[in-house]
């Protein structure tokens, strides 16, 4: 594979904490919401220009030395994971060092998926997820001077936001900031861990059989902007930017759909991942790491509807999911609204008589500030999986909005030539086959 051949691990160690964990907090327990989310690894990649101040070395040694720091606060990271609990036997995180045959800005000009991928440590699916290392950091050094940091963290243990409050950490402790900021690893007192049988409601992941194709749009936040105006109504007046463009792609790929299998009858639902630290009721504490996130699952049978109906669908059912759900898991029937919910999504992905999407959003994390002490990052990307009809997005430097989407080779024929997806975004990347 041509990305196999442009980057070269070059050094790999591993990382241990600082300072020891204390005995007394040696065996930590995961929530009931980590129990049933699925032992894969989540990742990250941040790109950083050429620093002519420090060499690679210099800040290779810089981001080891903090990170060794923060995973004094971050203890759980550097052990082992034992079915409901992790053994905090601070064996720490797996560190490697690569470099990679060509310049930095020709890359971001044409990502090609697979060699974004090598820039991670692991894959998604490695086993080791479900056991340690629980965290892996790879820093690439490009012949230009400039630097990738790719981030994988089990999600036994941590959503997006988690892997968000980390880098923050991280950052802010590689570069002096007086401010710290600490992680509150209270979830399981929130969601007790249960000894019940929890299958039915697990989401298991495993890598796609079929052959997908991902590609890579990139919506500007003057077009993000035009589609606001588009979708608002009087049921929704102000929508974000993550409902539009979720809207126009779901609008696209259920046509892409109807148009391939030639059943525009079909029923589709789009189901989104969102963070229920604040929707909970007392709201969580905003640095709590875990999985705190909650499934909204949004249904049509009508794949031409029109941007203003799927986003006023959008929010309807992030508002009913407020109130009927996530309002509820601060009390006495949490685990009933757990358990209902993770079992939904399980039976919604093993139905075949119906077309499912899977969105996740990433926008307004606030990941272009993670600044270890060379500058912002030039570009903060996702490198996608290999799951049919699956959306993430994330924003772009500039305020808009980086989309990758997998779809079938077939469904993706379709999809890449709607006028409408195409008149509000742009592809830099050729299609990669998974």
Same mark, same amino acid.
């Given at each position: 594979?041509?990305?196999?051949?442009?980057?070269?691990?070059?050094?790999?160690?591993?990382?241990?904490?600082?300072?020891?964990?204390? &005995?007394?907090?040696? $065996?930590?327990?995961?929530? #009931? *919401?980590? /129990?049933?989310?699925?032992?894969?690894? !989540?990742? @990250?990649?941040?790109?950083?220009?050429?620093?002519?101040?420090?060499?690679?070395?210099?800040?290779?040694?810089?981001?080891?030395?903090?990170?060794?720091?923060?995973?004094?606060?971050?203890?759980?990271?550097?052990?082992?994971?034992?079915?409901?609990?992790?053994?905090?036997?601070?064996?720490?995180?797996?560190?490697?060092?690569?470099?990679?045959?060509?310049?930095?800005?020709?890359?971001?000009?044409?990502?090609?998926?697979?060699?974004?991928?090598?820039?991670?440590?692991?894959?998604?699916? &490695?086993?080791?997820? $479900?056991?340690?290392?629980? #965290? *892996?950091? /790879?820093?690439?050094?490009?012949?230009? !001077?400039? @630097?990738?940091?790719?981030?994988?963290?089990?999600?036994?243990?941590?959503?997006?936001?988690?892997?968000?409050?980390?880098?923050?950490?991280?950052?802010?402790?590689?570069?002096?900031?007086?401010?710290?900021?600490?992680?509150?690893?209270?979830?399981?007192?929130?969601?007790?861990?249960?000894?019940?049988?929890?299958?039915?409601?697990?989401?298991?992941?495993?890598?796609?059989?079929?052959?997908?194709?991902?590609?890579?749009?990139?919506?500007?936040?003057?077009?993000?902007?035009?589609?606001?105006?588009?979708?608002?109504?009087?049921?929704?007046?102000?929508?974000?930017?993550?409902?539009?463009?979720?809207?126009?792609?779901?609008?696209?790929?259920?046509?892409?759909?109807?148009?391939?299998?030639?059943?525009?009858?079909?029923?589709?639902?789009?189901?989104?991942?969102?963070?229920?630290?604040?929707?909970?009721?007392?709201?969580?504490?905003?640095?709590?790491?875990?999985?705190?996130?909650?499934?909204?699952?949004?249904?049509?049978?009508?794949?031409?509807?029109?941007?203003?109906?799927?986003?006023?669908?959008?929010?309807?059912?992030?508002?009913?999911?407020?109130?009927?759900?996530?309002?509820?898991?601060?009390?006495?029937?949490?685990?009933?609204?757990?358990?209902?919910?993770?079992?939904?999504?399980?039976?919604?992905?093993?139905?075949?008589?119906?077309?499912?999407?899977?969105?996740?959003?990433?926008?307004?994390?606030?990941?272009?500030?993670?600044?270890?002490?060379?500058?912002?990052?030039?570009?903060?990307?996702?490198?996608?999986?290999?799951?049919?009809?699956?959306?993430?997005?994330?924003?772009?430097?500039?305020?808009?909005?980086?989309?990758?989407?997998?779809?079938?080779?077939?469904?993706?024929?379709?999809?890449?030539?709607?006028?409408?997806?195409?008149?509000?975004?742009?592809?830099?990347?050729?299609?990669?086959?998974?």
């Amino acid at each position: 594979m041509a990305g196999e051949s442009k980057i070269e691990i070059i050094r790999r160690e591993t990382i241990k904490p600082s300072s020891p964990t204390p &005995s007394y907090l040696k $065996g930590f327990k995961l929530s #009931l *919401l980590d /129990q049933l989310s699925p032992a894969v690894y !989540g990742p @990250l990649v941040l790109f950083y220009p050429k620093n002519d101040v420090v060499t690679f070395e210099q800040r290779s040694h810089q981001l080891k030395k903090s990170l060794s720091k923060t995973l004094t606060l971050f203890y759980p990271l550097n052990g082992r994971l034992i079915d409901k609990t992790i053994d905090c036997d601070d064996e720490g995180a797996q560190y490697f060092e690569a470099k990679f045959k060509g310049h930095l800005s020709t890359f971001q000009e044409q990502p090609e998926p697979e060699t974004l991928k090598r820039f991670l440590p692991a894959e998604s699916f &490695s086993p080791t997820a $479900g056991t340690r290392p629980l #965290l *892996l950091v /790879q820093a690439t050094l490009f012949d230009c !001077g400039g @630097l990738a940091i790719g981030i994988c963290m089990s999600h036994k243990l941590a959503d997006a936001t988690t892997v968000g409050i980390f880098l923050k950490s991280w950052a802010a402790t590689s570069n002096g900031q007086a401010h710290q900021i600490l992680p509150d690893l209270n979830a399981a007192s929130y969601f007790p861990p249960k000894d019940v049988s929890l299958e039915g409601a697990k989401v298991e992941l495993s890598k796609s059989q079929s052959v997908n194709v991902v590609k890579r749009y990139v919506f500007d936040a003057s077009k993000v902007a035009a589609l606001k105006v588009i979708a608002a109504s009087s049921s929704v007046q102000r929508p974000t930017r993550a409902e539009v463009v979720t809207a126009l792609i779901w609008k696209c790929t259920m046509a892409a759909i109807a148009l391939n299998s030639g059943s525009p009858s079909k029923h589709f639902v789009l189901s989104q991942a969102v963070n229920i630290r604040k929707r909970v009721d007392p709201p969580l504490p905003e640095n709590c790491i875990g999985n705190l996130v909650g499934n909204v699952s949004t249904q049509t049978n009508n794949h031409t509807s029109d941007l203003q109906a799927l986003v006023t669908q959008i929010r309807k059912g992030l508002t009913e999911y407020t109130q009927n759900r996530a309002k509820r898991l601060r009390g006495d029937d949490a685990f009933r609204v757990i358990f209902e919910q993770y079992k939904e999504v399980g039976e919604l992905m093993r139905r075949d008589d119906l077309h499912l999407m899977i969105s996740t959003s990433l926008c307004n994390f606030g990941l272009y500030e993670v600044d270890f002490g060379w500058g912002k990052p030039s570009w903060v990307t996702i490198p996608t999986g290999t799951h049919n009809n699956v959306v993430t997005l994330i924003d772009t430097r500039e305020g808009g909005v980086e989309a990758w989407v997998c779809l079938s080779k077939q469904d993706m024929a379709f999809f890449e030539r709607d006028p409408e997806l195409l008149a509000f975004s742009n592809s830099s990347i050729p299609n990669s086959a998974l």
